[in-house]
């Protein structure tokens, strides 16, 4: 905190505080104001305060603009362990997290992480896939230069005033959460898991928001392939089989679920949800929220769990049966009996593609090799991921050699990139299938640019892969021949995700370098390059 021994302690801490949130103004140790904005939300209470000194009885307020770079060389974080004279009360906790969730929200943001250090509190969104350092609050109050206790302050109002637990910050902890926040002028109710984990400099706060912002996207949103939108929808009609969807976390899988699940009759076909959470409203979709840590009777030991609640469903006449996530061997039994007992049930796991589920149902899931590879029993795996979308300011692969190009790689400092996409998509398509290709515009335009955007890409795209599975392909997961069954999909003619991804290049929608954060081995470099090249360093 900076001193100011001309001023009352009262004044010198309002006046940091207020500089600190402000994030465009200081006041130097003579007083003078500094200010990179004009119309910075505090810098009218900054002088309000120094007028009001008795430092400044009968002086005016010199005001100076200067380069938002001296701003961020004056500001300098509180010592450790000072107090936290601007979050004082939980009050101000509480709108301090308020303000945090709601610009999460506004941004479309997955995921928050709170991370402190031994001084300081730093706090990062994920937005579209892509992690960045949170500058400013939806209110404009800076995000920046915070002490560590406003992490801490954080924490504990989440853990121990809204979840009643008596933390430590050595130790993990897990919880939820519901604040009422702002989607235009509607108010909703979304719903946050915090996770609380360790780390050498301090602990770590991680919430995801568990509440999409947005409707979930149709079916027809997803711009997929018509013979892919056609599988989808002939499989979300059969009468009886298990449907699984795999995904990292934040890859889609609900809202493909949702997508299928608005394709039935549901009035004809009585369909029934566990989720964890609720995510989407459906009209006639009973929906029930699992509650894996709650017991039915305390001390009973019987969880209110997916497998719970799919037994209990077994007596309300289901027949289309959604199973949020497949997370333990119960609850994979119970989704196979579902899928063999005459109804249809979907589900979703987390695999690193769709020829993996077999492999975790057996191998991790615990489930007999004979059952997951059962006649009529597994009916489709479909493995899902979202690729940043390019935007229309991106540049045609011809234009790759021109100075335009160049200077804006250049200017980002990325030039290095731009020979790397260039090499990587030769070697992916040929000349004719480049005609179309487009290149990331690192630099922007007035659509992509902004705090919740990455700069020359705007939302985000499907990629996907899809195994209809019949007797032969249920032959090599008796056999547990993963290798074998890969082959046989091969020799099929079997289209996988990175056939997808180059289809969406090839189309101009994603950029090469996009896609490959997300598909692994787009562009496979061969084994005997690497071991050449390990060999040649010896």
């Not at 600190?20 to 209470?45: C, H, I, K, M, W």
Request: charged share 25%; proline share 5%; hydrophobic share 40%.
């Amino acid at each position: 905190m900076r001193r100011y021994p001309q001023l009352s302690t009262a004044d010198e801490e309002t006046l940091n505080a207020l500089c600190r949130d402000d994030g465009y103004t200081v006041v130097t140790p003579e007083l003078v104001v500094q200010t990179s904005n004009p119309n910075a939300p505090n810098l009218g209470s900054i002088i309000d305060v120094l007028q009001g000194s008795v430092a400044m009885l009968g002086q005016s307020i010199q005001v100076d603009e200067v380069p938002q770079s001296v701003i961020d060389a004056e500001v300098a974080a509180p010592e450790p362990g000072q107090a936290l004279d601007h979050l004082e009360g939980q009050g101000a906790i509480e709108r301090q997290l308020h303000a945090l969730c709601q610009t999460a929200v506004n941004e479309n943001s997955s995921d928050v992480h709170v991370l402190t250090t031994p001084d300081s509190t730093l706090f990062l969104l994920r937005t579209v896939g892509v992690r960045r350092v949170l500058t400013r609050f939806h209110n404009e109050q800076s995000a920046q230069n915070q002490p560590r206790q406003v992490g801490l302050a954080l924490m504990d109002y989440v853990f121990s005033t809204l979840g009643g637990q008596d933390i430590k910050y050595t130790l993990p902890a897990n919880d939820r959460f519901s604040l009422t926040l702002k989607v235009g002028d509607a108010l909703r109710v979304f719903e946050w898991r915090a996770a609380l984990i360790p780390t050498h400099e301090g602990p770590k706060l991680t919430l995801r928001c568990l509440t999409p912002r947005d409707k979930a996207l149709s079916l027809e949103d997803m711009d997929l392939p018509a013979p892919y939108l056609s599988t989808l929808i002939s499989m979300i009609h059969k009468r009886q089989g298990g449907i699984i969807i795999t995904g990292p976390m934040g890859s889609g899988k609900s809202s493909l679920v949702y997508a299928l699940l608005e394709k039935v009759d549901r009035i004809a076909r009585n369909v029934h949800s566990l989720e964890d959470p609720v995510e989407f409203s459906q009209a006639f979709v009973s929906k029930t929220q699992v509650q894996p840590s709650v017991e039915t009777v305390e001390g009973s030991g019987v969880k209110l769990d997916y497998a719970f609640y799919c037994k209990e469903t077994l007596r309300h006449d289901v027949d289309i049966s959604n199973i949020g996530e497949i997370r333990d061997t119960p609850t994979a039994r119970e989704f196979c009996r579902k899928a063999e007992t005459g109804g249809l049930a979907l589900a979703t796991l987390h695999t690193n593609s769709a020829l993996g589920v077999a492999q975790t149902f057996i191998q991790q899931l615990n489930m007999p090799a004979a059952i997951v590879g059962a006649p009529d029993l597994m009916a489709m795996f479909v493995h899902v991921k979202l690729v940043r979308k390019l935007c229309d300011c991106a540049f045609s692969f011809d234009e790759h050699h021109q100075e335009h190009v160049i200077e804006a790689y250049r200017a980002k400092e990325v030039k290095d990139k731009l020979g790397l996409k260039v090499k990587q998509l030769k070697q992916l398509c040929t000349e004719s299938e480049l005609a179309n290709v487009r290149l990331l515009n690192p630099t922007g335009c007035h659509k992509c640019n902004g705090e919740d955007k990455v700069a020359g890409e705007s939302g985000r795209v499907v990629v996907m892969e899809m195994i209809v599975l019949d007797d032969a392909d249920r032959q090599f997961i008796i056999r547990e021949d993963d290798l074998g069954w890969k082959a046989h999909l091969q020799s099929q003619g079997w289209p996988d995700i990175k056939a997808h991804c180059k289809s969406r290049i090839m189309q101009g929608q994603i950029d090469i370098l996009s896609a490959s954060e997300q598909v692994d081995d787009l562009v496979p470099t061969p084994i005997t390059d690497v071991y050449r090249a390990l060999k040649e360093a010896l």
